[in-house]
């Protein structure tokens, strides 16, 4: 059974840093894009970045760009989602999700990032 676990959230201020974490079991880890997803009170489910298999893609929201990086570290099973020079709108649950047929089949419980002065 495939299982996403999220950790490393937390309560920062404005300008501050966190690296979650997304560790995921099964031995198929590798052959799957993996997804970052967060939902910021009373807000519907905003896509935030991918890493696809290999870690040779990489994409990103426009609003985290230069922000955010994504990585992973297959032989842990896990990838990484740095934030660096938080703002108050990235206050949100965030989710990390396997990749499948355009959409995603597994997800993780979520981490809170709460930024605020």
């Known amino acids: 059974e495939v299982q996403l676990a999220e950790s490393g959230g937390g309560s920062v201020q404005p300008g501050g840093s966190l690296r979650l974490s997304c560790v995921v079991s099964?031995?198929?880890?590798?052959?799957?894009?993996i997804h970052w997803v967060r939902q910021a009170p009373g807000k519907g489910l905003e896509w935030v970045s991918l890493?696809?298999?290999?870690?040779?893609?990489?994409l990103y929201t426009e609003s985290v760009k230069g922000r955010f990086t994504i990585s992973r570290d297959n032989a842990k099973n896990t990838v990484y989602l740095h934030m660096n020079s938080l703002k108050s709108e990235d206050t949100a649950l965030y989710y990390c999700?396997?990749?499948?047929?355009?959409?995603?089949?597994?997800w993780g419980q979520g981490t809170q990032v709460t930024v605020s002065s």
């Open positions: 999700a396997r990749g499948f047929n355009r959409a995603y089949d597994y």
């Open positions: 099964g031995n198929t880890f590798v052959t799957y894009s």
């Open positions: 890493i696809n298999s290999d870690g040779s893609t990489a």
